[in-house]
């Protein structure tokens, strides 16, 4: 019995002992496949989680008008991080975000309420102020917190740092100082830091520059160990936009537009400011537009639309001026040849004037300032098909211009089989072809300097942030002679006449002799005929007739006028006088003697406008600066009671007419970061801007027009880089 004990537990240490084994043998099995097999793939893995790496965005380039005025550029940002899993309180949480960021509770609410995710990042960026508005409130709710736990006696180590539930990393924020002004021709930055539309997306590239990248060990918790922070490739800074865009033309350019949208509604309105001797785009403006800081909230038609360049439509009576010009130049007529007004039958279909009685007769002169459908219905037949497409090409009607905006247009004309008379009849008033707005402006251009045509263009120079030209843009000529410059002088001549004494007079400017035609034309309807009561109306005309500084074109579709009063007269020649009339005064063209709105007086003015360079006058005493302001003919605008020059505006080199006013801040002591804000009540939107770069001023603004109220008062002191707003208000032009 005792025998049988001792032999059954020997058998159990046997068993237990040969488990052992058997499961140490496994260890050491496992081991060795681990150390042998697995082990370099577990070592890349341990690495891998160890290492890090994170891209060091490169800053975006600006963008600047004319005369170095930025309209975009990027500041310093961050992108948000909410642990909202962890969060005690989400509706507190919502409620804090809102009133931080000054959005609804209910924009905020939904993206904090989610169990789905422990950390979710906010959709867009947040400012630095945005950013310690939020610290600031999360301290404060764990303050009261602190304060709750110990009227409960409860401890106080169990109330967590709320800051840790929200973390933000260094990015880079679009910010357009001006709001909607140009939005159009700028385009905006989405939150991924693409450019979409406009210039940001023509040339998104250029702009982005190149990221960095910078290499780091994680410690334990999966932080970077500063020690091992190394950066592995530099980011490289986009480069700057320099465009044609003159800021104060463009100012009065959203101004009309401005009081075109809210006087008849349109559903589209496209107006574009041209250099007709050199192609350059002064001034560009569409609607509908957007606010590019907001751009979420504009509908895709208004974010991806610029009308005046992605949009054909019937120029109606404004192309006559090409079918003048060719008809002329081809010997096709003369001028004091005489047809019936009135109306006409063409392949058994007719055609009236706009004054359905008509004239009488009268001359193809008189064609023009009557604007008869019939005369020029009559001088297109004669012109024939081959001599009018020759001369649209000539003009530049059948290609794009190639202007350096996405998604350009180009013309619609009838097809071959299609060119029938009456076809050729209706073309020669404008009406069955479709051109862009931009073909129409440097079309006509080609009649305003002489008999060129100049390529529009809205980009000048790229330079780096260093300020190196890395690329520069010429006036480029496509054709140099698309008519003879007698022919364009003849037409030009015709078109003042129009003005002074036909039916576009409203376009007259006192003292100024004014080129210019109107366009009235039906709109088309999808299935084919048109509509009976709806139009696109427009001008097209330069000032002065000789030797033009400015062309204006003003396109309005389907505005909601009175019965009877559709007319590009009406509607769209106003607008365009306004902004002519302001840039001649702009520009200091001074009229002409004995002028009184007709084609003799289509002179050149007495004196031509002077170009000086701006000096640089920094480290000047007031006195050695003035003294050499008054050298060059220049006016100065002090910006603070100092005694030597540290800043100027504009820059130092910039050509500018004489009479310019620059601005110049004087500090008044070297070590001050300090400024005093000026009043800036009654100043236009650039003189706003330019003090404000003078100063150093962070400008935001509201509205178009000229300055009604400042954020921050009049004789203030502030720092450098402070937030100024202002709101701009648009005078009513008669």
Not at 10 to 36: E, P, T, W
Not at 190 to 204: A, R, T
Not at 418 to 445: C, D, M, R, Y
Not at 464 to 485: E, F, L, M
Request: charged share 15%; hydrophobic share 40%.
């Amino acid at each position: 019995m005792k025998q049988a004990k001792k032999s059954r537990h020997r058998r159990r240490v046997l068993l237990i002992q040969g488990a052992f084994l058997l499961a140490l043998g496994a260890v050491v099995i496992r081991m060795q496949v681990l150390q042998h097999v697995f082990g370099p793939l577990l070592l890349t893995k341990a690495q891998v989680n160890q290492d890090g790496a994170k891209t060091l965005l490169a800053q975006r380039g600006k963008i600047l008008d004319a005369q170095g005025q930025a309209l975009a550029y990027d500041v310093p940002a961050f992108m948000m991080d909410v642990k909202v899993k962890s969060f005690p309180d989400k509706q507190a949480l919502a409620q804090m975000l809102a009133s931080a960021l000054k959005i609804p509770v209910s924009q905020a609410q939904p993206l904090v309420a989610s169990n789905k995710y422990t950390w979710v990042r906010w959709p867009r960026s947040v400012s630095e102020i945005q950013k310690e508005a939020i610290n600031k409130a999360l301290n404060k709710m764990r303050a009261e917190a602190v304060q709750k736990a110990q009227q409960t006696h409860q401890p106080v180590s169990s109330v967590p740092r709320f800051t840790q539930f929200v973390t933000f990393s260094p990015t880079e924020k679009r910010v357009y100082p001006f709001g909607d002004f140009a939005s159009n021709v700028l385009g905006y930055v989405d939150h991924k830091g693409g450019g979409q539309s406009g210039l940001e997306m023509q040339y998104n590239k250029i702009l982005s520059g190149s990221n960095g990248k910078m290499t780091f060990v994680r410690d334990g918790d999966g932080f970077p160990i500063q020690s091992t922070v190394k950066t592995t490739v530099q980011p490289k800074p986009g480069e700057d936009i320099h465009t044609t865009i003159d800021s104060t033309i463009q100012s009065y350019v959203e101004t009309s537009m401005n009081n075109i949208v809210s006087k008849y509604h349109p559903k589209h309105a496209a107006i574009i400011v041209e250099n007709p001797d050199t192609g350059a785009i002064l001034g560009m403006s569409s609607r509908p537009n957007f606010n590019p800081n907001q751009y979420w909230n504009s509908s895709s038609e208004a974010l991806n639309t610029n009308w005046a360049v992605n949009s054909t439509f019937e120029p109606g009576s404004t192309f006559k001026v090409l079918t003048l010009a060719a008809a002329l130049a081809t010997h096709t007529i003369n001028l004091n040849q005489t047809f019936m007004s009135g109306h006409m039958y063409v392949d058994g279909k007719r055609i009236n004037d706009w004054k359905r009685s008509g004239w009488g007769k009268i001359t193809f002169r008189q064609a023009l300032e009557y604007s008869s459908n019939v005369g020029f219905a009559t001088i297109a037949l004669k012109l024939g098909w081959s001599n009018l497409l020759h001369y649209m090409k000539n003009f530049g009607y059948l290609s794009k211009t190639g202007i350096g905006l996405p998604n350009e247009a180009t013309s619609i004309v009838f097809s071959k089989q299609n060119q029938h008379k009456i076809e050729l009849a209706t073309s020669g008033f404008g009406q069955g072809i479709a051109v862009t707005p931009l073909q129409q402006i440097a079309g006509v251009a080609a009649i305003a300097n002489g008999g060129k045509l100049m390529k529009p263009y809205i980009v000048q120079q790229v330079t780096t942030d260093s300020g190196k030209v890395v690329k520069k843009v010429r006036p480029t000529v496509v054709n140099a002679h698309v008519v003879p410059q007698n022919i364009a002088a003849t037409v030009s001549h015709v078109m003042a006449l129009d003005v002074s004494k036909g039916i576009d007079s409203v376009a007259a400017i006192k003292g100024y002799s004014v080129a210019g035609k109107t366009g009235t034309a039906q709109i088309e309807k999808p299935t084919g005929g048109y509509y009976a009561n709806r139009y696109i109306v427009s001008f097209i005309g330069y000032a002065p007739a000789k030797n033009p500084k400015v062309e204006v074109y003003v396109t309005v579709y389907n505005p909601h006028t009175k019965p009877g009063e559709t007319w590009g007269s009406t509607v769209a020649a106003p607008a365009a006088r306004n902004i002519m009339k302001e840039c001649l005064a702009y520009y200091h063209v001074p009229p002409s003697s004995g002028a009184h709105t007709n084609a003799a007086s289509a002179t050149k003015p007495k004196s031509a406008v002077q170009y000086v360079q701006t000096p640089n006058l920094t480290r000047l005493s007031k006195t050695q600066a003035s003294t050499k302001l008054k050298q060059e003919g220049l006016t100065a605008e002090w910006l603070n009671s100092g005694t030597t020059v540290s800043k100027q505006w504009p820059e130092a080199g910039i050509e500018v007419a004489k009479g310019t006013k620059m601005y110049l801040y004087s500090a008044q002591n070297t070590g001050s970061t300090k400024i005093t804000v000026p009043n800036l009540t009654g100043a236009s939107l650039r003189e706003a801007g330019n003090i404000a770069t003078v100063l150093g001023l962070k400008v935001s603004v509201t509205g178009q027009g000229y300055v009604t109220s400042q954020s921050i008062q009049p004789g203030t002191q502030v720092k450098q880089g402070a937030a100024l707003h202002i709101v701009l208000s648009s005078p009513k032009l008669n």
